[in-house]
């Protein structure tokens, strides 16, 4: 099977057609991108000054949506891909996996890019909301890109090491809860970290969509070049120097101590 006949296997049939089977999730799915949005707009708007005063951002409705196009981004893509390696466990169909010319890699890799298309959507559609509520965007491309594609490499190392514990523990992912309840929480998605304790705040620096969100604000609304946020993707080369490599090492590990034990297909 060629590259684009599984491009079209893994985003149209397994994520779209399923996806869009399901018309009440699928609706239920627009609306959790979208009402955030509001409320979160409704919220800038009704304490305005005091907001404004208590977390030192001036445009609070775009730096909400900024972080919410892209913070699903991080946690969509690590709880897709455990997510679907735990399904395939239920289903008994991981040996199928395992014995396919691609192998359990490459069917975790290209269940990402469905978790990568529906986000996409979702941001799109986010940026369009904050568009009709006059977001002055003042996007420098290039800048923008490298960011994007360091947030998304660096997921992709998260999410190796998440589906290298679903293979371990089965249930109860230390890594999948932690980025599916946190981020919000502690990665400056709708407030700035620098308003949160300082132990928690040391926290969040050591999440690279901590460092993403801030250097997508400086590149998508005040237009930051490469030098400006250099600093920045930095911090994120470093985070992928050491998350790729492993998660790489640590789902090795995990996919052949369990297949040495017999336990691959155990849920």
Known sequence: MGVLSKLYAYIHLRGFRIWSSYKTQMVLNVLSWVLPVFTYYFVGTSLGGDLR?????????????????????????????????????????????????????SFLLYSALWGFTINSVNAGVILAIGDLLHIHFNVNLISTLVVFVLLLSSALGLSMISAGFTMLVKQGNPISFFFSTFTTLMSGTVFPVTVLPGWIRDISLAIPLTWALDGLRYTMLDGYGLGGVWKIVEVLLIFNLVLLPLGGVFYTYSFNRSRRMGTLSEY
Not at 55 to 75: K, M, N, P, R
């Open 53 to 105: 005063n208590f977390t030192g951002v001036s445009d609070y409705t775009a730096f909400v949506v900024i972080g919410l196009a892209f913070q699903g981004y991080v946690s969509s893509t690590i709880t897709t891909i455990s997510q679907r390696l735990r399904n395939e466990q239920l289903y008994g169909t991981i040996e199928y996996y395992v014995l396919s010319e691609g192998g359990v890699l």
